[in-house]
């Protein structure tokens, strides 16, 4: 499944597929960012954003692929630190 990602650095937002990305659904799973999203590097806020967009993606945590966190290291760490980003991912 490929998906596509923008994100927007003045305010943190992201888009899945066109679709505007709340961090409020994963922070009731797991809260590991009371400020919302980040992206590029291995921390908190690229935990909750890969965890929000698995969360969107497949509905929940049982049915996951693969760790999110694995996810986050892979490819939400790897988009470029405090900079917008619009990107197509191939999952596994």
Known sequence: MKIKLQGFASDRSVLLNGVLLDPKKSQKIRNHSPDGFNWGYGGSGPAQLALAIYLELYGSQDKFPE???????REIGALPIGKDF???????
């Open 67 to 73: 760790s999110y966190q694995d996810f986050k290291f």
């Open 86 to 92: 619009d990107v197509e991912i191939e999952l596994l």
